[in-house]
Nanobody, 121 residues
Framework: QVQLVESGGGLVQAGGSLRLSCAAS??????MGWFRQAPGKEREFVAA????????YYADSLKGRFTISRDNAKNTLYLQMNSLKPEDTAVYYC????????????????WGQGTQVTVSS
């Protein structure tokens, strides 16, 4: 059974940092990524990465503050979030697929349940 389990969310003050993790089980994936959904808003793309880590994509508005990475030995995806702002408050979801373009297109076959990130001002 394939599972994606996110962790690392929580409450942080503006300017702080968090690192999210997404542990995958059941299989490995070529493409993995992060998305987020704020209350009353649509789910949006955050970042994606290929198996080697050589190819990464970021939402333009998040470049320089967020860093995506993965540890294939642990089958785990990470999202390092720095200089957090209240507008980063959202549920963050992990997604995975055998095709990276499916991840960036928000058409992944597999999704996690999400982890809440709340940034206070």
């Amino acid at each position: 059974q394939v599972q994606l389990v996110e962790s690392g969310g929580g409450l942080v003050q503006a300017g702080g940092s968090l690192r999210l993790s997404c542990a995958a089980s059941g299989r490995t994936f070529y493409g993995m990524g992060w998305f987020r959904q704020a209350p009353g808003k649509e789910r949006e793309f955050v970042a994606a990465i290929d198996r080697s880590g050589a190819i990464t994509y970021y939402a333009d508005s998040l470049k320089g503050r967020f860093t995506i990475s993965r540890d294939n030995a642990k089958n785990t995806l990470y999202l390092q979030m720095n200089s957090l702002k209240p507008e980063d408050t959202a549920v963050y979801y992990c997604a995975a697929d055998s095709v990276l373009s499916s991840v960036t297109a928000m058409k992944s076959d597999y999704w996690g349940q999400g982890t809440q990130v709340t940034v206070s001002s």
